[in-house]
Every structure is written in structure tokens, then in C-alpha cells.
């Protein structure tokens, strides 16, 4: 199995420019959550999707900040405009239900 | 879900069971405790969980106290690569109850 994948694995670009981030969970699994870790935030949950439907998004910080999941084996966090305050290691994790949840590499985003 | 209190950093000897702890003195009845770690710069790890009975898998054991208070992990023979930052999370077990609080953990480092 190879885990959850996402891509790219580092991202860099300028302030105002559109940033998307990709992920393919676990096939099989049911649920997809997308994290953001800072050091000054920690990790926090943005938003997470059941059987590709939208169930949480209070985290999603702000309007500039979209998920979708079209099918089940993929999910986009798009960021449009991005500032530099955005910079952070964004996680996608799956699940199946409730269980464990396993989590990708990240995308680690640097906006100048 | 209940908050959760942990010491900030704790170090162990290699070869030593590093024992963690953890305070949920206001957990519900239907709430489980899960453990996660993360190794730098790496996606979190799911470790362990459990209601009320003391848990053991491949990788640690959980003991929960009888009050279900408190609770402490286990890693019988910790190695170098077991330095991570280790977070206690109580969530419901449930459909619909999916979502993660991670807070800030315990950094564990283990000394050769």
C-alpha cells in the first residue's frame, strides 16, 4: 500500500499567487482531513470530508481557503491569494470511519 | 472533546520503557484516548488507543486509570527512533465524531 499521497512534496511562490495542494488517500478509506502545522499554531485541522462530502471546515481560516473532493481517491486545498502567512507544512491524512487516522508526508509551502 | 494535559518535554534512556503521561480528568464516558507521535518533520503516526481496558499493540501499551483521569503510554524498549513529539488526544469513537485535537504534546527524546 502506498500510503497516502501528496503532492507537490515542497511548494514555493510568490505572495497573491494561487496555490493548489493534491492529495490521493488510502484507497478504501472513507474520511480525508487536510492539516496545517506552524510552530507558532501547531496542528490544526482545516476542514474534512466523509464519503467525499464536506462534514467540518470551522478550521478553514478564511474565503481565500478551498477544499473539494471530487471522487474518493482525490482531494484538492487550493489558496487563492496566497500571503505569506499562509507559509506552513500542510497534511492530508485518511481514514476509514473513526479509526486511525494515517497521515501523508505534507507539502511543505513557503510564500514570499 | 476533553482537553488534554502533558508534560512538555521528558528524555529516557535507550533500552529504558519511557513511560508518558497524560491528564483527562474531564473525559466523558464515551470518549477514547489516542496516541499519536510525530518524528520531525513527518506526518503523525498513530500509536495506540483505548476506552477503559489497558491496550497493548506492537509498538506500545496504554494503561488507563481506573477513574479514567489520566492515563500513561508505554514503550518498553525505547530506541533513538522513538524521539518524537508524543500527543494524547480523547475524542468519541463514532461516525461523525472523526475529528483530531492535537495539542502540544510531549517532545520525548531518547538519550544513547
Known amino acids: 500500500d502506498a500510503g497516502v499521497i501528496q503532492s507537490p512534496r515542497h511548494e514555493v511562490t510568490e505572495m497573491g499567487q494561487e496555490v493548489t495542494l493534491r492529495c490521493k488517500p488510502i484507497s478504501g478509506h472513507n474520511s480525508l482531513f487536510w492539516y496545517r502545522q506552524t510552530m507558532m499554531r501547531g496542528l490544526e485541522l482545516l476542514i474534512y470530508?466523509?464519503?467525499?462530502?464536506?462534514?467540518?471546515d470551522s478550521g478553514m481560516p478564511e474565503d481565500r481557503f478551498s477544499a473539494k473532493m471530487p471522487n474518493a481517491s482525490f482531494s484538492t486545498l487550493k489558496i487563492q491569494p496566497s500571503e505569506p502567512r499562509d507559509s506552513a507544512v500542510y497534511f492530508c491524512?485518511?481514514?476509514?470511519?473513526?479509526?486511525?487516522?494515517?497521515f501523508g508526508p505534507g507539502t511543505r509551502l513557503t510564500v514570499l | 472533546d476533553a482537553k488534554t494535559t502533558q508534560p512538555t518535554s521528558m528524555d529516557c534512556a535507550e533500552g529504558r520503557a519511557a513511560n508518558l503521561p497524560c491528564n483527562h480528568s474531564t473525559i466523558s464516558g464515551n470518549e477514547y484516548v489516542y496516541w499519536y507521535r510525530q518524528i520531525h518533520s513527518q506526518g503523525p503516526q498513530y500509536i495506540i488507543h483505548?476506552?477503559?481496558n489497558n491496550e497493548t499493540n506492537e509498538m506500545a501499551s496504554l494503561i488507563i486509570t481506573e477513574d479514567r483521569k489520566s492515563s500513561t503510554l508505554i514503550l518498553p524498549h525505547a530506541t533513538l527512533r522513538d524521539t518524537a513529539v508524543y500527543y494524547c488526544?480523547?475524542?468519541?469513537?463514532?461516525?461523525?465524531?472523526?475529528?483530531?485535537?492535537f495539542g502540544t504534546g510531549t517532545r520525548l527524546t531518547i538519550i544513547p
Open positions: 491524512a485518511s481514514s476509514l470511519y473513526y479509526n486511525e487516522q494515517f
Open positions: 483505548g476506552l477503559k
Open positions: 470530508f466523509n464519503n467525499n462530502v464536506p462534514i467540518d
Open positions: 488526544i480523547v475524542r468519541v469513537g463514532s461516525f461523525g465524531n472523526e475529528k483530531l485535537t
